[in-house]
């Protein structure tokens, strides 16, 4: 029995542009998260997810009905979710006896469950309770990562937390950032089990040099989390998500080559020092000596031969009357 599948092909430009967005690329989109709440779910959870969503505008979707979703029993409806919305991110919000205020942080790939790591949120502060000015939306933050778990490489669990942080707040990919443009920190740091994460605005003050005097303002939110359970990819499909085309990995920069805004190739060729004196120049007429020239030249030649003759005759009867 031979089982064939229906492939549909779009009948609209705009399904066709979104075939092609799902498609897979050298060099990714920007990656969208979706936040999900469970059955019981309590303020403090639900203001976070709220918050966190706020960090990662625009690339998130919020479903705020309730969800009957167990993800480390049965993570299907998670990757319906992100089949449905093509997002590679998710965070999930709970509480329940046992896990009060219970955050999970996950990823997929290829639509399939990748990393999931779940967190307890001991203290939160909303980002509506810091009476300060904010970032603008969207803007790329800077990350930094402080705590001995998260530069021990033998920390299985805080390696792969802390690279899901970094795919979660990354935000776009650029070439080029303006120093002006530089206005959001996100700090995390680990203490054994323990994550502390704050966000600050970055105010760039007047040094008297070149370089700007800066300073951090917090923002919020503030979240405390614990590390609890975690469901960890193989090293095998890790490295296989990881992977890059050949074409992205190993392309070489061509040196003195660049394109402008209009898509032109532009080169940069390095000549070694002209000899201008020995480039054989055009003979025209215009150029060639006239006949006086010519004699005023021979001229000059006799007048420097008859010279040093003269100098010459003068040293020798000098040295006869030295020896006399």
Same mark, same amino acid.
């Given at each position: 029995?031979?089982? @064939? $599948?229906?492939?549909?092909?779009?009948?609209?430009?705009?399904?066709?542009?979104?075939?092609?967005?799902?498609?897979?690329?050298?060099? /990714?989109?920007?990656?969208?998260?979706?936040?999900?709440?469970? =059955?019981?779910?309590?303020?403090?959870?639900?203001?976070?997810?709220?918050?966190?969503?706020?960090?990662?505008?625009?690339?998130?979707?919020?479903?705020?009905?309730?969800?009957?979703?167990?993800?480390?029993?049965? %993570?299907?409806?998670?990757?319906?979710?992100?089949?449905?919305?093509?997002?590679?991110?998710?965070? &999930?919000?709970? $509480? #329940?006896?046992? *896990?009060?205020?219970?955050?999970?942080?996950?990823?997929?790939? !290829?639509?399939?469950?990748?990393?999931?790591?779940?967190?307890?949120?001991?203290?939160?502060?909303?980002?509506?309770? &810091?009476?300060?000015?904010?970032? @603008?939306?969207?803007?790329?933050?800077?990350?930094?990562?402080?705590?001995?778990?998260?530069? !021990? $490489? @033998?920390?299985?669990?805080?390696? *792969?937390?802390?690279? =899901?942080?970094?795919? &979660?707040? *990354?935000? %776009?990919?650029? $070439? #080029?950032?303006?120093?002006?443009?530089?206005?959001? =920190?996100?700090? &995390?740091?680990? =203490?054994?089990?323990?994550?502390?994460?704050?966000?600050?605005?970055?105010?760039?003050?007047?040094?008297?040099?070149?370089?700007?005097?800066?300073?951090?303002?917090?923002?919020?939110?503030?979240?405390?989390?614990?590390?609890?359970?975690?469901?960890?990819?193989?090293?095998?499909?890790?490295?296989?998500?990881?992977?890059?085309?050949?074409?992205?990995?190993?392309?070489?920069?061509?040196? #003195?080559?660049?394109?402008?805004?209009?898509?032109?190739?532009?080169?940069?060729?390095?000549?070694?020092?002209?000899?201008?004196?020995?480039?054989?120049?055009?003979?025209?007429?215009?150029? +060639?000596?006239?006949?006086?020239?010519?004699? /005023? +030249?021979?001229?000059?030649?006799?007048?420097? %031969?008859?010279?040093?003759?003269?100098?010459?005759?003068?040293?020798?009867? %000098?040295?006869?009357?030295?020896?006399?």
């Amino acid at each position: 029995m031979v089982v @064939t $599948t229906r492939v549909v092909k779009p009948k609209s430009k705009k399904a066709k542009r979104a075939l092609e967005e799902r498609e897979p690329k050298a060099i /990714e989109n920007t990656k969208t998260a979706v936040f999900i709440r469970g =059955v019981k779910c309590s303020q403090n959870v639900q203001t976070c997810m709220k918050d966190l969503n706020t960090l990662k505008k625009p690339h998130g979707v919020s479903y705020n009905q309730k969800n009957d979703v167990r993800p480390f029993e049965d %993570a299907s409806k998670l990757e319906f979710y992100g089949k449905k919305l093509d997002a590679s991110l998710f965070v &999930f919000g709970s $509480t #329940n006896k046992k *896990r009060p205020d219970n955050l999970v942080f996950g990823r997929l790939y !290829d639509y399939n469950l990748l990393d999931m790591v779940e967190v307890g949120l001991d203290a939160f502060t909303s980002i509506n309770e &810091f009476k300060t000015a904010k970032v @603008t939306l969207g803007s790329k933050p800077c990350l930094l990562f402080e705590g001995e778990p998260f530069a !021990d $490489t @033998t920390n299985t669990e805080m390696q *792969r937390l802390k690279s =899901v942080f970094i795919d &979660f707040f *990354r935000g %776009a990919e650029v $070439t #080029n950032i303006r120093l002006a443009g530089i206005e959001h =920190v996100l700090q &995390f740091t680990a =203490v054994d089990k323990k994550v502390f994460i704050r966000s600050f605005k970055i105010h760039l003050k007047k040094s008297g040099g070149r370089i700007p005097r800066i300073e951090l303002e917090e923002i919020g939110p503030s979240l405390d989390l614990t590390l609890r359970r975690t469901h960890l990819a193989s090293d095998d499909l890790f490295n296989t998500a990881c992977r890059q085309v050949k074409n992205v990995r190993g392309q070489k920069k061509t040196k #003195n080559i660049s394109e402008d805004a209009f898509g032109t190739k532009l080169g940069r060729v390095h000549i070694d020092k002209q000899e201008i004196t020995k480039i054989q120049t055009r003979k025209v007429r215009a150029l +060639k000596e006239s006949k006086e020239e010519k004699i /005023e +030249k021979i001229e000059a030649k006799k007048t420097k %031969a008859d010279e040093a003759r003269k100098r010459k005759i003068e040293s020798v009867f %000098a040295a006869g009357e030295d020896e006399d």
